[in-house]
């Protein structure tokens, strides 16, 4: 039987396997008319997918240039060690050895990481369970591991990979790590600064060289891209305050021996103090040069300032947009005059065309319906371009809360100069939230947590929630469901079901209580894209349970209304939230009015709330605060206001340094029972805590609270008002947000329930 082989081993081998087919002539042969074709040495690759790669098929006429082609093909397959191709007469045999598959990868001596971290990295390069393995692959992955290292600054690891062949040709992977110590940065220099001092502009990056809360923020590790941070803060600093010339000229990063010490020096060129001599338009302006010149932040005589001179041409870029032109191109240039250290700048308008929206996209809403997502636009199909709704569009979808990441991208059309696609991409996050927990304050002791919600049910929008809340004096079991577009027009309803025990916080040794099952409906209606009212009406009954140490004032009520009382509650309400961040708000503005109007049943009253919050900026760390929180109420048709519905103040969130509950006119019988009219001032300057760096979720803060609670006949006295002073620590904690005060009460009473430490997991401003 003649029998002629080709037979090439190695990847690289294949590459060559046409010149070397016709260097060598004794594998040569002859084209003929393939009868058939087969193929050897598989055991887990499906025949198809050989077959698949195949240049040639039963019946074509094969040539030893086929032959070289089916073999590099089948080496490009990344799934055979070797491959040859054996030729019987006009039958063609393909030999291949496969290579083994990864069975495991497990990790040894990994502190550092959670091992599904580094699992999740080397998934990233391609090497996971059942995948084939190859000895590059695994190269790669092992640097990868190191890389991760890298990045936590532990330089000094290594790591070692052992491949153990098991049955079935597979292998495990066995990655051992040394970890190594962290390498800290033992040295910061800045070099080449006059105008500001080291310490200054030290003080503007998130690494430094330690401190005792190291251990928290891990400061002192060295991190490429958190040196890249900081460099670009140094950067924009002398760029805001007219130095035009700044430039980093080198900065050099030094690891000692051991790899447990770092040193960093950055050298600056500070350059000269530029001042704006000029600023003029050049360009189509479309003919309202007036309105752009009132968008200019940049002003003659002052400072050269990058981030206004950005924010100029982002301002008429944005504005052009409004007009549908989405190409706008606008350009600042800088005159600049080195001997007069003055810089004139011009700002060049293209407005290109003018277009309108042929088509909105979205992707990425695997989960969310695509309605849900529509319906938040505010530009539409076939409208012009309107940067200012394309904008709006993109934040209403973000403060949707169902997705990690919005954007929006314009995408010209081929062939149709005067329109464009939008495509917004999403990506999705975990709406659902099942949650168990603790909760411990001096007030309220210890209270058990509980709750399932749901804020995208079945990808509708539509929010689901049941909390349940244990503690010593407040205890609620509710319902809550939301429909955020009952109607079309965006009005949304939601529906309360709850049922709550109260009592006053000081009444200890009482074993009295308020038990008020009850619904409520509300309607919340968007006037504008910032402001929603809301109109609501409920039904509610409060039964008086009595027991020891009973206030005198809920036994009068009981006397004269029963026990047991209902009250028909219409509620409207008003909320506009304009806080950077609901957790740790640096600036923005809060405010929240919600009326109670008691119109049946047993009770007659009206009651009201109003809260304002201000938070403003004062430099990159320090932040002022100020709250106001004021409450009224009043009985109507010649009937008290219901002893349950008072406000309450002292304490954490009112004023501190007093006792939780105790400000306000008492009973005959001593007891702290509130009133109808509550007054708070609240003023905080937060600070960064030391050593703490530039992380917010972590705050010093000093205060000054005043305020007090006044009986339904008592006229709100500022002279009667408590205050207090003291300092404070906010930390966003793992189990919630926690706040520790220490007040020192400057005005107070005889009779005054004193607590001058206070905290809370949980609480608000």
Do not use: C, H
């Not at 240039?65 to 019987?88: H, M, P």
């Not at 934040?395 to 991208?409: A, H, K, N, P, S």
């Not at 349950?644 to 029972?673: A, E, P, W």
């Amino acid at each position: 039987m003649n029998i002629k082989k080709l037979k090439l081993r190695g990847f690289a081998l294949s590459l060559l396997a046409s010149s070397m087919v016709a260097a060598l002539p004794a594998w040569a042969v002859d084209p003929f008319s393939l009868r058939d074709i087969r193929v050897e040495g598989l055991q887990r690759v499906e025949p198809g997918t050989v077959f698949a790669s195949l240049p040639f098929r039963v019946g074509d006429t094969y040539s030893d240039d086929k032959g070289a082609a089916a073999i590099r093909s089948l080496f490009g397959l990344g799934l055979f060690n070797d491959v040859r191709i054996e030729v019987n007469g006009d039958v063609v045999v393909v030999v291949v050895e496969e290579r083994p598959t990864v069975a495991d990868i497990s990790f040894s001596g990994v502190k550092e990481f959670d091992n599904e971290v580094l699992r999740k990295a080397l998934r990233d390069v391609g090497l996971t369970e059942a995948r084939p393995y190859d000895k590059a692959l695994a190269d790669r992955a092992e640097q990868e591991l190191k890389r991760q290292y890298l990045n936590r600054s532990m330089y000094a690891a290594q790591v070692v990979t052992t491949v153990t062949p098991v049955e079935r040709n597979r292998v495990n992977l066995n990655f051992s790590v040394t970890e190594g110590d962290v390498a800290k940065i033992r040295e910061l220099k800045v070099v080449g600064n006059e105008v500001f001092s080291e310490s200054t502009l030290k003080g503007l990056f998130d690494l430094d060289t330690g401190g005792w809360l190291s251990w928290y923020t891990k400061s002192d590790r060295y991190s490429r891209a958190k040196l890249a941070a900081d460099l670009e803060t140094l950067r924009s600093y002398y760029l805001t305050r007219g130095y035009l010339e700044f430039n980093i000229t080198s900065t050099q990063v030094a690891l000692s021996p051991n790899k447990d010490e770092m040193s960093i020096t950055i050298n600056i060129s500070e350059g000269k103090r530029y001042l704006v001599s000029s600023v003029k338009l050049e360009g189509d302006f479309l003919g309202k040069e007036e309105d752009f010149k009132s968008l200019v932040a940049v002003a003659a005589g002052q400072p050269y300032n990058a981030d206004k001179v950005a924010e100029t041409t982002k301002a008429f870029t944005d504005y052009f947009g409004a007009f549908g032109f989405a190409f706008a191109r606008v350009e600042s240039v800088p005159d600049i005059n080195r001997e007069n250290a003055t810089v004139a700048l011009t700002f060049q308008a293209m407005p290109s065309r003018r277009a309108y929206v042929r088509r909105i996209n979205v992707a990425g809403n695997n989960r969310t319906r695509d309605e849900v997502v529509r319906r938040e636009f505010r530009q539409f199909e076939s409208a012009w371009y309107d940067s200012d709704r394309i904008k709006l569009s993109r934040d209403r979808v973000d403060r949707l809360g169902f997705f990690t990441q919005v954007g929006i991208d314009t995408q010209e059309v081929p062939g149709a100069p005067d329109q464009v696609d939008l495509l917004m991409t999403v990506t999705e996050k975990p709406t659902g939230n099942l949650s168990i927990g603790a909760g411990y304050s001096q007030a309220e002791k210890l209270s058990l947590i509980g709750g399932i919600k749901q804020e995208n049910v079945f990808g509708t929008g539509n929010y689901l929630g049941i909390d349940l809340n244990t503690s010593k004096f407040n205890r609620q079991v509710s319902v809550t469901t939301t429909d955020p577009y009952f109607t079309r027009d965006g009005i949304s309803r939601t529906v309360d079901v709850y049922y709550r025990t109260t009592r006053p916080y000081t009444q200890q040794g009482g074993d009295y209580q308020l038990i008020t099952p009850g619904f409520n409906v509300r309607f919340g209606v968007p006037f504008t894209e910032t402001d929603t009212v809301f109109f609501g009406a409920g039904m509610e009954s409060t039964k008086i349970v009595t027991g020891t140490s009973m206030p005198a004032a809920y036994l009068d009520f009981a006397r004269q209304y029963g026990i047991r009382s209902t009250s028909v509650p219409l509620t409207v309400g008003w909320t506009r939230d304009g806080r950077d961040s609901a957790l740790v708000p640096n600036a923005g503005r809060m405010q929240k009015l919600q009326t109670e109007l008691g119109v049946g049943g047993d009770t007659r009253y009206v009651r009201a709330n109003y809260q304002f919050q201000q938070y403003i900026p004062l430099n990159r760390q320090f932040t002022a605060a100020f709250n106001a929180d004021l409450g009224w109420g009043k009985g109507l048709g010649g009937r008290p206001f219901p002893v349950f519905k008072n406000f309450f103040g002292g304490g954490l969130g009112s004023v501190r340094g007093f006792d939780q509950g105790t400000l306000g006119t008492r009973d005959i019988t001593g007891s702290f029972i509130g009133g109808p009219k509550k007054v708070g001032f609240n003023a905080e300057l937060l600070a960064p805590f030391p050593g703490a760096g530039n992380d917010r979720t972590l705050r010093l803060y000093g205060f000054l609270d005043v305020g007090n609670v006044y009986g339904e006949t008592d006229k709100v006295d500022f002279s009667q008002m408590r205050a207090s002073v003291g300092v404070g620590l906010s930390w966003i904690s793992p189990v919630g947000p926690l706040r520790i005060a220490y007040a020192n009460p400057i005005r107070k009473f005889a009779g005054d329930r004193i607590q001058k430490i206070q905290f809370q997991i949980g609480t608000s401003f």
